[in-house]
């Protein structure tokens, strides 16, 4: 994985504006990426805390937050490849975070007032979500902008790095203001993070006027969707992304009211195992381009997720604080397996994608992969209502050896490389 900026010139494709260096665009797109994903990362622990301790919740009610989170997959998912391809990308992406602004900062408003409820963050749970749809579509499409193809492995491991970063240190530092300032008032951070990034955006420079369309959005859908699943490495690729998004949202999902309740494990540590996805990501993004010159990228990806499904086998041995350390281990293996194959499958839909087809390529590939969050969240409180948590955790980690199946009963098995 490189470091540092971008020197190249923006290729020939690019259809952003020329007045500020690529470099500098890189740098300040980065800036607002890394604040942002920094406050979401305290919120993944403040959240689900605020139901819990501030609002008594149920497991199928902490379980029914996360899932209504990332709900916006299924309802966006297809169309936010047209919106995004159809609006401006600066413009829409700073409304985003606006939207974002709000919703957060409406909880601990209400929580002072005296007024919150278990409705307003389910409420604010899908505000976000939806908003995260449009600004995560418009990021996928703007980076290969201004990147060229050559070192788009490189820089997409830099950015798969830099989240994982605040994927690790945002947990830890959420559950120590958890303990400081309450979930409620941790949730502040994140709402000014989407102000700092907000701004950032806002001072980069537009895209090019996009051209109006007279093909009907139904269509535009339809062919990004025809493109996908009938192509011979990206269609298994699709479903191989769907088991695993699954399987590791039900986990995240279980992960804090097991801890909780299950295990007796005290807020500060639930941050910290939180953390250890982080830390998986940060070695994910490093071994991930060594892994695929030495080994191929396809056989890279089919290793990498037997790897990190066999390690998520660990995370139910933890059964009170003392054996914590099985959930960590696992978590970060399941981690590192995960972000090793999103960094190599999302650089080959870069790549391989025609530009004009780009956005409505991610749009699908996240509408089917991303919209089994939810599902994975919904069906793992179901399954930990009706057996126990011990049980269910037991059961979606298990199922996390669906991924890597997909992968070795489809044509891949016999390939070193995707492309």
Known sequence: MTSGESTTEVPEHSRFGRTMSPAAIFRRFWVATTVSGAGSAITMVALPLVALTVLDASVFEVTLLNAAGQAGWLVLGLPAGVIVQRYPLRGLQVVMDVVRLAAIGSIPLAWWLGGLTYTHLLLAALLVGFANVLFDIGNATFLPAIVEKKELNARNSLMSGTHAVTQTGGPSAGAVLVQVMGPV????????????????????????????????????????????????????????????????????????????????????????????????????????????????????????????????????????????????????????????????TRTYRQTESPPELLSRVMATTRFVSWGALPLGAAVSGLVADAAGLSPALWLVCAGTLTAPLVLLLSPLRSRRDLG
Request: with cysteine; net charge positive.
């Open 185 to 344: 008032g941790a949730l502040v951070l994140d709402a000014v993070s989407y102000l700092v990034s907000a701004i950032a955006l806002r001072t980069l420079p537009e895209r090019t006027a996009p051209q109006k369309s007279q093909v009907s959005p139904g269509r535009l859908i339809r062919e990004g969707w025809n493109f996908v699943v009938r192509h011979h490495v990206m269609g298994p690729t699709l479903v191989w992304a769907m088991a695993t998004n699954f399987f590791c949202s039900a986990i995240l999902a279980l992960t804090p009211v097991y801890l909780v309740r299950a295990a007796d494990t005290p807020a500060a540590l639930v941050g910290v195992v939180l953390a250890m996805d982080g830390l998986g990501a940060v070695i994910g993004s490093a071994l991930a381009t060594r892994l695929a010159r030495a080994l191929g990228t396809a056989r890279a990806l089919i290793v990498a997720s037997t790897v990190g499904s066999l390690t998520a086998l660990l995370i139910p041995l933890t059964t009170s604080s003392g054996t914590i350390f099985y959930f960590m281990i696992g978590n970060a293996g399941l981690s590192a397996g995960v972000v090793v194959g999103s960094i190599l």
